[in-house]
């Protein structure tokens, strides 16, 4: 009876199943496997194997989805009330602003999916089945329960399946469980409450075959499997909003109660000189849609925008703009050990041979290019006899293969498992072709690998001429030898060459290298079914061969900068707490009197208890998907922004939950990609410091124009203000504060964001979850500017007004000035701290441009007719220019006194011992 779907199957027990109830179940047929009509019909009626995906976002839902902000309401209800108050030029402009700022947010946002699309490849993937006795090659999307799946070294599984037949097959399983090692898989039942880790007869999607090869019965396909159930466990983590977007809501909030009181205070003043009320109405409401500042939006889609760019020319691709100044807040940043710290290519960095010599190796990953030497520094080559019987027995006691760089992939890669292709490297470092090797001495016998006794066996020759090399752990292989090869020489093993085995491993453990121990046999045939154990006490001891999966080059730099930048880089990997811990000490990632726990640790913590440790943790261990999760929580109780980086299926949830989730691009999952909000196309750890760099110019940046706006806006509100506290005419007419509005800060804004890095951007504390939009140094920043301007405005209006000049003269210049001013704040808020005149005028070629561009169409509204009439204004003598400059240069020479008080201030204040410790928040 074939089974009509899977809901047929026992859940979560086909691992205690045997081959025969397996396929009775499934309703298959281990050697002929389903008829194609019989898969048509399981497919229509279960689905396509493939996880429910999320229906991409139309581009008008891209579009719609910039307007929802407070900051976007209180833009869209000043353009209402503009256009109720007659003014539907102000209208037209702030909706025009609007329309361009979500243009560009949607255009941004539309070629990040763009760029997921291209990154895509689950799609095309090809699983080999056998279906009605013949071998086909069909699309992973097709495969169905009772599908009998032909594995081999560098297939991808394609569904969740039960081993029916295994000959030394092995699968990297790091995607799923997050552990490096493969695994190897056998055919027999094992007991029914086996985790998911221990289910060694099963074979799971999302996994890769590393060696050996094998057949088996797919039990479950699509959102069953396990990587579709992280999958889901992903889609129900809520996607948090960004700090930015935070704070431009909680600055929404106070820009509309602040324009209330501007109401009222202006009501209240109107009163008390006794204007027309409905003249006065009529002002207070334009002067609160003034306060807005229309130019924001926009400004910071730019700005977002921009950074988007330049991390996308660093292959990094951002799937949210506001993402990228998240990274500017990061303080912590989770990342997985295998292939983002490390270069997940096993290398040979040290050898043992039973005569007491030890030889380093240099070069690094799978490139055979190194040496080997010995005491003094001496390059040993495959001519010395302890040598050469040691490479000998590792290469052809081996099933992996080195692949050169071809047109596909410039690098060399191992296909096969890690640790067997290091090896192979390691004889080519030494002369010896491993493919010329095996063909002089071809296999004829093996013992593949056991899990249980962690050793292999090949047979090479017959008879005397009979070779057997195996290599395994060292206490196993050790056990089996009675004998030690001294160059050319076979020795019995005493006490004293038992005790310098033993001393060797452990001072290679000691320096948390991976060990493998070798031996071979002589004149003696593998026989059929006796297994290693009928070797014991015939076999030779050769050496030991140490490994480590070597750091990235650039990663301990790229973690002192994280440091320095105030930054906690925390490891959270699946592999062992030793090996991470040593990795970590060596990257400079844990600190003194850190610690490491692994996931059985942390699974009988309580979140109090998670909370009071995790600070002083650098290391999580053998953690699984929900604790992932539970670590970025616990984080961000404490008030931590969270990168977490990942690439396998079981990141995903944390990816989802974490402030930004970075995935890998080379290495990680589609599930992973789905899940974060950023993607390193290289898998480099050092891209992310990068992009951490990038975010926090971004916000650099977005300061420094709010900083501009705010100013200008405050600017005209108090002027106004004033004047008609002291009952003088209005010194600027709406036009004119439209214009200003309009061309100064169109003119200067978005050219203002276009500021590049001052250098100190990795020097600085991260940016608090909490702190505001506008902070307390950015109003004492504005407080100077502002009443340096209105001081200078008012001042020259005023001396102006007591000579008897025309008042139409009069005001142009006011105008003027207003003008001039928030031209030297533009250059004020290059930067809070250094000297305009340190950083020079060309430091931003864009601003500059705005400058010369915001002068020539002021000159135009003031000496040519038709704007004199729109605008009420008039031509200014010429040599009234010079004392305009002069007295609204006030405005510069005030915050340079200002940041000369700040630069000596910050000099006392730098730390006199111990400059590079950076403090844990």
Known sequence: MIAENQATSPPNQWHAADVKEVILLTGSNADEGLSHEEASRRLSICGPNALVEKRPRSLMTIFMSQFTSPLIYLLL??????????????????????????????????????????????????????????????????????????????????????????????????????ESQPIAKIVEPIPVDSPLAEQVNLVFSGTHITSGRGRAIVVTTGGKTEIGKIANLTESVRDSKTPLELRINQFGHYLAGSSIVLFVVIIIFGIRRGLPFVEILMVAISQMVSIVPEGLPVAMTIALAIGMQRMAARKVIVRRLAALETLGSTSVICTDKTGTL????????????????????SGIGYIPEGQLKGEGDVCIAANDIGIAHLLEALVLCNDAHLVPPDGADPRWRSLGDPTEAALLTLAHKAGIHPEHLRGQFPRVAEIPFDSSIKMMATQHGHGEHARICLKGAPENLMA??????????????????????????????????????????????????????????????????????????????????????????????GDHKATGLAIATLLGIAREGDLAIEGRELEQMTEDELRAKIEHVSVFARVHPAQKLRIVKAFQDLHHVVAMTGDGVNDAPALAAADVGVAMGI???????????????????????????????????????????????????????????????????AVQILWINIVTEGALTINLVMEGPEGDEMARRPIPREEALITR?????????????????????????????????????????????????????????????RLGLFKNRWLLSGLLLANVLHLAVIYTGPMNQIFHTQPIPLVDFFLIGVVGSLVLWTEEARKLVARVLAKRREPRHFPNQIPVE
């Not at 700022?101 to 760029?115: P, T, W």
């Open 480 to 573: 089996l030898c009675s004998h030690v090869q001294m160059n050319d020489q076979r020795m019995l093993i005493d006490s004293e060459v038992r005790m310098a085995m033993e001393s060797a491993c452990a001072a290679f453990a000691a320096r948390t290298l991976r060990l493998l121990a070798v031996a071979e046999v002589r004149g003696l045939d593998l026989a059929e079914g006796a297994g290693i154990s009928r070797l014991h006490g015939m076999a030779t001891f050769l050496g030991l061969v140490g490994e480590t999966d070597p750091p990235r080059e650039e990663v301990e730099a790229a973690v002192r900068e994280c440091q320095s930048a105030g930054i906690r880089p925390v490891m959270v990997t």
């Open 342 to 361: 490390t270069r997940n290519e096993m290398t040979v960095t040290a050898l043992w041979l039973a005569d007491g010599r030890t030889f380093q190796v």
């Open 667 to 733: 290495t990680g999952t589609e599930v992973a990609k789905g899940a974060a909000k950023i993607i390193i196309a290289d898998d480099q750890f050092a891209t992310i410091v990068h992009a951490i760099e990038e975010g926090r110019l971004v916000y650099q940046n977005l300061k420094k124009v709010i900083l501009f706006l705010f100013a200008t806006s405050i600017d005209e509100v108090m002027i106004l203000l004033i004047a008609l506290w002291l009952g003088l005419p209005l010194p600027l007419a």
């Open 77 to 178: 209800l000043a353009a209402l009330i503009s256009l109720l108050l007659g003014e539907r030029g102000d209208s037209m402009v702030i909706l025009a602003v609007l329309v361009i700022n979500a243009v560009i947010g949607a255009i941004q946002e539309g070629r990040a999916v763009h760029s997921m699309e291209s990154l895509h490849r689950l799609a095309t993937l090809k699983a080999r089945v056998v279906r009605g006795g013949i071998e086909s090659l069909v699309e992973a999307r097709g495969l169905v329960q009772g599908d009998v799946l032909i594995l081999a070294a560098g297939d991808a599984v394609a569904a969740d399946a039960r081993m029916i037949e295994s000959r030394t097959l092995e699968v990297s399983e790091a995607a799923l469980t997050g």
């Open 777 to 837: 140094k950015m109003f004492g920043r504005m407080f100077c500017m502002v009443a340096s301007a209105v001081i200078a405005t008012l001042g020259f209006y005023g001396w102006q007004l007591s000579r008897g000049l025309p008042f139409g003269l009069v005001r142009t210049e006011t105008f003027t000035i207003l003008a001039v001013s928030q031209w030297f704040n533009a250059l004020n808020c290059q930067s809070a701290t250094q000297s305009v005149f």
